[in-house]
C-alpha cells in the first residue's frame, strides 16, 4: 500500500479510493506503452516525463517509475480538470504482473484522493467512468494495441444536458433499446454508416467497436453536464478535425 500524504491546506475534502485489478491482453512491457505512451488510443493523450519526481499529467508528479512493473503518479494542489476544485488530491498507481509466459498481463489500479463537495456524487461518477476507462483500455489492448490513435473529442450542446439526452443520441445513433453488449448493429454516424460491435453499454456510457475505431459516449447528463463524444480511430484517413466538426454538427442537429 503506498501512503497518501497527511491532510492539509490542498486536501480539504473527504478521501476515497477505486481500486481495480483484472486480466489484460499484451505483455508488461505492452500494458507499460499504453499506460504512458499510447493513452490516446483508450483514454485521451497524456505525456509523462520518464523518471522519479518528473512531470506526470495535469500538473502531477511522477513518484514511481520502475518499467515495467509499477507506475506511480500524484497530482496535489492543482486543477485537476474542467469541473474539478483546486484542493484536490488524486493518486494513480499501476501495478503490472506478468501472465500466460508474458503473453497477457495483471494490472492493479488505485486511485486514491479526495473531494472537497459532493462528496457521493463525485465519488459515483469516479467509479463509472473508471470502470469505462479500463473497459476501454481492454478493448485497446484486444484489438488496436500499438496502433498509433487519433483522438477526438467534443461535448454536446447546453440541450444536452435534458434527463432523456443519452437515451435519444442511443436512438439516434441507431440503436435498439434492447442492443447489449456483443451485439453487432449498424449505426448512423455522421456523413457514414458504421458496421460496430456495441463493447459496452449502460445508462451512463456507449461503447462501440470498429474495424479501425473506438466510438466512446458519455451520458453526463445524469450529472448536470452536456454529453460527450470521443473517438479513438487506428485509420490511415482519421483526422481530429473532420471528426470533431462532423460530430459536433450531428450533435448540435440532434439537440437543435
Same mark, same amino acid.
Not at 499504453?34 to 523518471?51: H, I, Q, S, V
Not at 517509475?65 to 484542493?87: F, I, K, M, N, Y
Not at 501495478?95 to 465519488?123: C, H, K, M, N
Not at 489492448?141 to 440541450?159: C, D, E, I, K, Q
Given at each position: 500500500?503506498?501512503?497518501?500524504?497527511?491532510?492539509?491546506?490542498?486536501?480539504?475534502?473527504?478521501?476515497?479510493?477505486?481500486?481495480?485489478?483484472?486480466?489484460?491482453?499484451?505483455?508488461?512491457?505492452?500494458?507499460?506503452?499504453?499506460?504512458?505512451?499510447?493513452?490516446?488510443?483508450?483514454?485521451?493523450?497524456?505525456?509523462? +516525463? *520518464? @523518471?522519479? #519526481? /518528473?512531470?506526470?499529467?495535469?500538473?502531477?508528479? %511522477?513518484? &514511481?517509475?520502475?518499467?515495467?512493473?509499477?507506475?506511480?503518479?500524484?497530482?496535489?494542489?492543482?486543477?485537476?480538470?474542467?469541473?474539478?476544485?483546486?484542493?484536490?488530491?488524486?493518486?494513480?498507481?499501476?501495478?503490472? +504482473? *506478468? @501472465?500466460? #509466459? /508474458?503473453?497477457?498481463?495483471?494490472?492493479?489500479? %488505485?486511485? &486514491?484522493?479526495?473531494?472537497?463537495?459532493?462528496?457521493?456524487?463525485?465519488?459515483?461518477?469516479?467509479?463509472?467512468?473508471?470502470?469505462?476507462?479500463?473497459?476501454?483500455?481492454?478493448?485497446?489492448?484486444?484489438?488496436?494495441?500499438? @496502433?498509433?490513435?487519433?483522438?477526438?473529442?467534443?461535448?454536446?450542446?447546453?440541450?444536452?444536458?435534458?434527463?432523456?439526452?443519452?437515451?435519444?443520441?442511443?436512438?439516434?445513433?441507431?440503436?435498439?433499446?434492447?442492443?447489449?453488449?456483443?451485439?453487432?448493429?449498424?449505426?448512423?454516424?455522421?456523413?457514414?454508416?458504421?458496421?460496430?460491435?456495441?463493447?459496452?453499454?449502460?445508462?451512463?456510457?456507449?461503447?462501440?467497436?470498429?474495424?479501425?475505431?473506438?466510438?466512446?459516449?458519455?451520458?453526463?447528463?445524469?450529472?448536470?453536464?452536456?454529453?460527450?463524444?470521443?473517438?479513438?480511430?487506428?485509420?490511415?484517413?482519421?483526422?481530429?478535425?473532420?471528426?470533431?466538426?462532423?460530430?459536433?454538427?450531428?450533435?448540435?442537429?440532434?439537440?437543435?
Amino acid at each position: 500500500m503506498l501512503d497518501v500524504p497527511a491532510k492539509g491546506p490542498a486536501d480539504g475534502g473527504k478521501r476515497f479510493e477505486i481500486a481495480r485489478e483484472f486480466e489484460v491482453e499484451g505483455s508488461p512491457a505492452e500494458v507499460w506503452a499504453a499506460l504512458t505512451t499510447g493513452t490516446g488510443g483508450w483514454l485521451w493523450p497524456m505525456k509523462y +516525463e *520518464p @523518471r522519479e #519526481g /518528473g512531470a506526470a499529467p495535469f500538473g502531477g508528479t %511522477v513518484t &514511481r517509475w520502475e518499467p515495467p512493473h509499477r507506475l506511480t503518479a500524484r497530482v496535489q494542489g492543482s486543477d485537476h480538470g474542467p469541473g474539478r476544485p483546486p484542493d484536490r488530491l488524486d493518486q494513480l498507481d499501476h501495478t503490472i +504482473e *506478468p @501472465r500466460d #509466459g /508474458g503473453r497477457r498481463s495483471w494490472l492493479r489500479y %488505485v486511485q &486514491r484522493g479526495s473531494f472537497a463537495d459532493d462528496w457521493d456524487r463525485r465519488y459515483d461518477d469516479a467509479i463509472r467512468h473508471t470502470d469505462f476507462h479500463l473497459h476501454t483500455l481492454c478493448q485497446y489492448m484486444a484489438y488496436f494495441a500499438g @496502433r498509433p490513435a487519433v483522438f477526438s473529442a467534443l461535448n454536446g450542446p447546453p440541450t444536452s444536458v435534458a434527463p432523456d439526452a443519452f437515451t435519444r443520441l442511443a436512438r439516434a445513433l441507431g440503436l435498439p433499446d434492447d442492443a447489449a453488449e456483443g451485439a453487432r448493429v449498424r449505426v448512423e454516424a455522421p456523413g457514414e454508416e458504421l458496421d460496430a460491435v456495441i463493447d459496452f453499454r449502460s445508462r451512463y456510457f456507449i461503447g462501440l467497436r470498429t474495424d479501425d475505431a473506438l466510438h466512446r459516449f458519455f451520458g453526463r447528463n445524469h450529472s448536470g453536464a452536456p454529453v460527450r463524444v470521443s473517438v479513438h480511430d487506428f485509420g490511415p484517413q482519421a483526422d481530429t478535425k473532420r471528426t470533431e466538426l462532423a460530430w459536433q454538427d450531428w450533435l448540435h442537429h440532434l439537440y437543435g
